[in-house]
């Protein structure tokens, strides 16, 4: 059974910066593709960042693009998602997501979900 656990959410002034990490475990943890989404109260879980297993490819949402950066570290199965600059609208409950299969930028194509962590950025 894969799990997909996050960590370094918390409380960041507008303009700060946090690093977010996802650390995924068990056996029939493949090389998948990976990313983060956020969500916001009231809002659906939006597409942030995903990378592929070897860390070639990155996409990124259009609000957060020069911002956020992902990257992965596959020797350790982590995750890691760098937030500069960052905005009050940028507070969310952030996921971390791995296996997708169809449109990465959709919630409905992945398949591994973490349990999530709160950012939030005050003004």
């Known amino acids: 059974q894969v799990q997909l656990v996050e960590s370094g959410g918390g409380l960041v002034r507008a303009g700060g910066s946090l690093r977010l990490s996802c650390a995924a475990s068990?056996?029939?943890?493949?090389?998948?593709?990976w990313g983060w989404f956020r969500q916001a109260p009231g809002k659906e879980r939006d597409f942030v960042a995903a990378i592929t297993w070897s860390g070639r490819d990155t996409f990124y949402a259009d609000s957060v693009k020069g911002r956020f950066t992902i990257s992965s570290d596959t020797a350790k199965n982590m995750l890691y998602l760098q937030m500069t600059s960052l905005k009050p609208e940028d507070t969310a409950v952030y996921f971390c997501?791995?296996?997708?299969?169809?449109?990465?930028?959709?919630?409905?194509?992945?398949?591994?979900w973490g349990q999530g962590t709160q950012v939030t950025v005050s003004s």
């Open positions: 997501a791995a296996d997708p299969d169809g449109n990465w930028r959709s919630a409905d194509a992945w398949d591994l």
């Open positions: 068990g056996q029939t943890f493949g090389k998948y593709p």
